[in-house]
């Protein structure tokens, strides 16, 4: 049976795998669901990132290179909750992509997250709780040229998430995604100043006009804001929120 969560720390006696957890999104998840009670294994190939959330969290920590299905086989780690974060972007138009890019992006973020959920979801119907998240991208409902390989993945985490959902029903399971337009983290912070010296333009023009162009609210999202819909998914009262998608896009999707 699982823990009775307490009010304080809803997530007391509950462990959780967080990937991509060195910086960013995964950073910011890895201290939510911490502080509500959950110890934290932060997993991303960044070694000395991973230990330095991990300590800052009171968890634990494994680096691992998740395109490397051998390694995910034997992880060493039990959790009844994950998150599935870790990412990278490539651009390119589809007569240049690099096809081992391609596939290398494939592994990452749609074969690991499936691998990761075939690892762990026999402990979680056996113990009858279990909450796996997906970090899935606007891009998930939307497409954008040059990014065929982040896309196609995203789109395929998507009902990947739906067919756990099916699957995990009435187990005390659930599985969804989080759906994000563009982000503050280090990397996209690292895009806006690189458009934004090679175009002469302001990194604030970046954001309105580039990043955000399709989106009415003009504003990047916050990794806490993805953090609290994570912990909300993990949280009490979510059991019947299972197969779902949530758009944290400011309105991207809605135009």
């Known amino acids: 049976m699982p823990p009775t969560p307490h009010p304080a720390a809803p997530l007391s006696g509950h462990r959780a795998l967080v990937t991509g957890g060195a910086s960013g999104i995964g950073a910011a998840v890895a201290a939510r669901l911490a502080g509500q009670g959950a110890h934290v294994t932060v997993l991303d190939r960044e070694a000395d990132g991973a230990a330095k959330v991990a300590a800052e969290i009171g968890g634990d920590h494994r680096a691992l290179d998740l395109t490397d299905g051998a390694a995910i086989d034997a992880l060493d780690v039990q959790a009844d909750i994950l998150v599935n974060n870790a990412g990278i972007q490539h651009v390119a138009p589809i007569e240049e992509f ?51 390989a982040y896309v196609a993945a995203k789109h395929g985490l998507e009902g ?55 989106t009415p609210v003009k504003r990047l999202v916050e990794p806490e804001e993805v953090a609290g819909m994570v912990a909300y998914l993990c949280g009490p009262g979510s059991a019947s929120v299972t197969g779902s998608s949530f758009l944290l896009d400011g309105g991207w999707t809605a135009a």
């Not at 494939?106 to 113990?127: N, T, V």
């Not at 990397?187 to 806006?192: D, Y």
């Not at 100043?193 to 580039?210: F, L, N, P, T, Y």
Request: aromatic content about 6%.
């Open 160 to 214: 990947l998430s739906k067919v756990i959902a099916l699957e995990a029903a009435g187990r005390g399971v659930t599985s969804n995604t989080v759906c994000p337009g563009y982000v503050r983290t280090p990397l996209v912070e690292g895009q806006i100043a690189d458009q934004a010296k090679a175009h002469g333009i302001d990194e604030s023009a970046v954001v309105d006009d580039v990043l955000l162009a399709r």
């Open 98 to 148: 690099d096809p081992e890019r391609f596939r290398l992006i494939q592994q990452l973020m749609l074969e690991a997250p499936f691998l990761l959920a075939r690892r762990l979801l026999p402990g979680m119907y056996d113990a009858g709780w279990g909450r796996l998240v997906h970090i899935s991208s606007v891009h998930g409902h939307r497409a954008s040229p040059y990014k065929s």
